[in-house]
Each structure stands twice: as structure tokens, then as C-alpha cells.
């Protein structure tokens, strides 16, 4: 079955930066557009960012755009999330997710999540 | 980017039938039949279990189904069963390759 992993967080504090990653196995990643999605502390889901398959179209929540950026690496099975100038908003478990094809697609397949925690 | 409106909590006993609103606004659930709900149970990533307003993925028991009227989705599970018990998330496609999720609904089993 698909798996995705994700790893990368941690305590920092804020101003700080993080960059997350997502291992993708068991499926043709590079056909797939792929999302995070982040949960803050007894909050509900949120969309955070989406990457087309070829890496050539991105789009950001508007609460983060300017400090993240999305990325993958087609040949490594990787998807990346770069966060900068984190705030204690951004507080969250952050899910890798795929969109069951393309754009128009549901979230189909989801990591078992990284905790990011940003507190000084 | 405004977060769709779900009910904080809904509940029902074994064997009733929950109806679960995500309302958004014509430029999202209202403008786009790309409406998919997410289980997700208690420290556990969400699981997709209705897509497209109202298909059921492979696996998902027939007692899920969705509808949608207007800007308004909704998420209906008949013959409650124990494990039902969870958070539900809608979620829509809002344009220009974006989505926007709902609060998330803690449905109680009685």
C-alpha cells in the first residue's frame, strides 16, 4: 500500500526556521500532485500547500506564503516543505498528503504526521 | 482562504442516523461538486471517506454518504456503530488549486 512518511520537526523558536520532508514509497510519485496539511493542538484540519507532479505549479494558504515553500524531488520519492520565520501559530502536527491524481482530486493517502512546535 | 463551518460536536445513540453541515460560500462547496470528508480517530491520520460530494471510496461502508445543496455539504452516517466514534473534516476545492478545510465535528457515539 502507499506509504509516506514524514519527519523532520521539532522545537524552535520563533523567527526560526524547519524544513520537513516527506519519504513516498509503493506508488509512481512522480504522477501525483501532493499536499500538506497541518493540525494545531485540538484544532481542526488546514491546508497548507499544494505541488503539481512536475514540481511547476505551487500554491500556499495565504497565512504562510513569503515564509514557506513547498518542493519535491521526483527522483528521491520526496516532498519537502521549507518554513521560515516560523510564529507560534504555526504550531502544528504537519501532514504529507496525495491527491489521488491531480489537482481536482481528494487527499486519497496521508502520513502519520511530524510535530512542529514553535515556543521560545 | 475562510475556514468552511462544520458543527463543533453532533451525537447519536448505536443504530441512529447523524447528519453532519460543512457550509461554505460560492466560491467553494457552492462553485465546485469537489467536496470530500475525512475520518480522523484519535491520535491517527484522517482517513478519506466520501469524495466528489457524495462517492464512497473502496472499503467505506455504505452507511457513509454525502449530499450537497448550495453552499452547504453534508456528511450522513446511518446505523451508528461504536467505531464511528471520531472527528470528521470537510473539505472543498476553492480555485486556483487550493483547498480549505472545515473546524472538524467530534461525533459521539452514545
Known amino acids: 500500500e502507499v506509504q509516506l512518511v514524514e519527519s523532520g520537526g521539532g522545537l524552535v523558536q520563533p523567527g526560526g526556521s524547519l524544513r520537513l520532508s516527506c519519504a513516498a514509497s509503493?506508488?509512481?510519485?512522480?504522477?501525483?500532485?501532493m499536499s500538506w496539511v497541518r493540525q494545531a493542538p485540538g484544532e481542526g484540519l488546514a491546508w497548507v500547500a499544494n505541488?503539481?507532479?512536475?514540481?511547476?505549479?505551487?500554491r500556499y494558504v495565504d497565512s504562510v506564503k513569503g515564509r514557506f515553500t513547498i518542493s519535491r524531488d521526483n527522483a528521491k520519492n520526496s516532498l519537502f516543505l521549507q518554513m521560515n520565520s516560523l510564529r507560534t501559530e504555526d504550531t502544528a502536527v504537519y501532514y504529507c498528503?496525495?491527491?489521488?491524481?491531480?489537482?481536482?482530486?481528494?487527499?486519497?493517502?496521508w502520513g502519520q504526521g511530524t510535530l512542529v512546535t514553535v515556543s521560545s | 482562504q475562510s475556514a468552511l463551518t462544520q458543527p463543533r460536536s453532533v451525537s447519536g445513540s448505536p443504530g441512529q442516523s447523524v447528519t453532519i453541515s460543512c457550509t461554505g460560500t460560492?466560491?467553494?462547496?457552492?462553485?465546485?461538486?469537489?467536496v470530500s470528508w475525512y475520518q480522523q480517530h484519535p491520535g491517527k491520520a484522517p482517513k478519506l471517506v466520501i469524495y466528489?460530494?457524495?462517492k464512497r471510496p473502496s472499503g467505506v461502508p455504505d452507511r457513509f454518504s454525502g449530499s450537497k445543496s448550495g453552499n452547504t455539504a453534508s456528511l450522513t452516517i446511518s446505523g451508528l456503530q461504536a467505531e464511528d466514534e471520531a472527528d470528521f473534516h470537510c473539505?472543498?476545492?476553492?480555485?486556483?488549486?487550493?483547498?480549505?478545510f472545515g473546524g472538524g465535528t467530534k461525533l459521539t457515539v452514545l
Open positions: 498528503a496525495r491527491l489521488a491524481g491531480t489537482w481536482d482530486r481528494p487527499l486519497d493517502f
Open positions: 509503493r506508488f509512481t510519485f512522480s504522477n501525483y500532485w
Open positions: 505541488i503539481k507532479e512536475d514540481g511547476s505549479e505551487k
Open positions: 460560492s466560491s467553494d462547496v457552492g462553485n465546485y461538486n469537489y
Open positions: 466528489d460530494v457524495s
Open positions: 473539505c472543498s476545492y476553492a480555485g486556483s488549486y487550493t483547498l480549505v
